[in-house]
């Protein structure tokens, strides 16, 4: 299917009027926004963007036109109707499933996909993709975070994030949100061969793995990063995510599955995520992922993200390796990084 932002360029420049309600665009150069179907003068596509209400216009400063009147709503048919219930629902991130927005509208799910694709023009899956990606870039202005622009933009976890492509995004560069203040993070512990392995959480994902012998070292490494949340151990709740790890450690889980929490530059995030594609029992040299990112020159720095790196196992940089063969450096130990690659490529070979 076509983007969203074609679909809506193809009614302005028709002055497609059955388009009107759906959205509204706005011309930077007037600062006026109008219905799809306006009569007025065209204005050049490059000047123009889109907003699901006549209301979100207003918020950034755009005023109504005078000759189609936007900002008043005279929606008469039903089908209309169900269909902008539907787009403020995805605009909310309801998290309803399109069989339940069919129902709070009163529609078989096929019926609402499809007056939905016809009117819209796009599916709901891409309206929601693409609104989501705009909240993104307005919200990352302002928030504190990139975790929370990335929870208020409604991804809801980093791992949904990551399911998006986090490098389309021109994400600004942040800095860790003020030792955790207000958080509240669990966490717990399994034993492995390696060691221990001790994971915490915040409500929205994994915010640190640490690998080591002395578990004691790293619960205390973890109140000195989250100085100010308030850290409790919490076992039970945590079972699950242990397992994972626990069975990663043995080459027989993928931790890259779990949902993470975890914050940094654009770039970091960007070398995480190529770290999140290589798959167990494969390896990646610095150089190599540097290419994957699209900045070759930058094996250094890929080698500095790798180290930043404070969910191991899920953001798994030990499959990172020198060119020359040797392991490279490894937060957690070379010992740690030779065995987990051992491991996984003993699981690897048929
Ligand atoms: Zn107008």
Redesign the pocket.
């Given at each position: 299917m076509e983007e969203l932002d074609d679909v809506r360029w193809r009614a302005v420049e028709n002055r497609d009027d059955r388009q009107d309600g759906l959205f509204v665009y706005a011309v930077r150069t007037t600062k006026?926004y109008?219905?799809p179907g306006?009569?007025?003068r065209q204005p050049l596509r490059r000047n123009v963007e889109y907003f699901a209400t006549a209301n979100d216009a207003q918020l950034h400063g755009y005023r109504a036109?005078?000759?189609?009147r936007?900002e008043r709503s005279d929606v008469e048919s039903p089908a209309r109707t169900a269909v902008i219930e539907v787009c403020r629902r995805l605009e909310r991130s309801s998290g309803e499933s399109p069989a339940e927005l069919a129902a709070a509208v009163g529609y078989s799910e096929r019926h609402l996909r499809r007056t939905f694709a016809e009117l819209i023009g796009v599916s709901m899956t891409t309206y929601q993709r693409t609104h989501r990606a705009l909240t993104m870039r307005d919200t990352l202005r302002d928030a504190p975070s990139v975790t929370e622009a990335i929870i208020e933009s409604g991804y809801g976890s980093m791992r949904a994030f990551y399911d998006y492509d986090a490098t389309q995004l021109g994400m600004a560069p942040q800095r860790y949100r003020d030792g955790g203040r207000g958080e509240r993070i669990r966490y717990t512990s399994v034993e492995t061969p390696l060691g221990v392995v001790l994971v915490a959480s915040t409500r929205r994902g994994v915010c640190s793995i640490q690998v080591s012998p002395d578990e004691s070292e790293m619960v205390a490494a973890l109140h000195a990063e989250f100085a100010r949340a308030s850290i409790e151990r919490d076992d039970e709740g945590l079972v699950d995510v242990a397992l994972v790890l626990a069975g990663a450690v043995r080459g027989d889980a993928d931790a890259r599955r779990l949902p993470l929490d975890v914050e940094g530059t654009a770039f970091q995030i960007r070398v995480w995520e190529a770290l999140r594609a290589i798959p167990p029992g494969e390896t990646r040299t610095y150089a190599q992922v540097a290419a994957a990112i699209g900045s070759p020159r930058a094996v250094r720095a890929v080698g500095s993200a790798c180290g930043a790196n404070v969910v191991a196992l899920a953001v798994p940089c030990h499959r990172v390796v020198r060119s020359d063969g040797s392991l490279g450096g490894y937060r957690w130990g070379i010992e740690t990084k030779s065995a987990l690659l051992r491991a996984e490529s003993d699981r690897a070979v048929p």
């Open positions: 006026v109008c219905r306006c009569g007025s036109c005078r000759r189609c936007p």
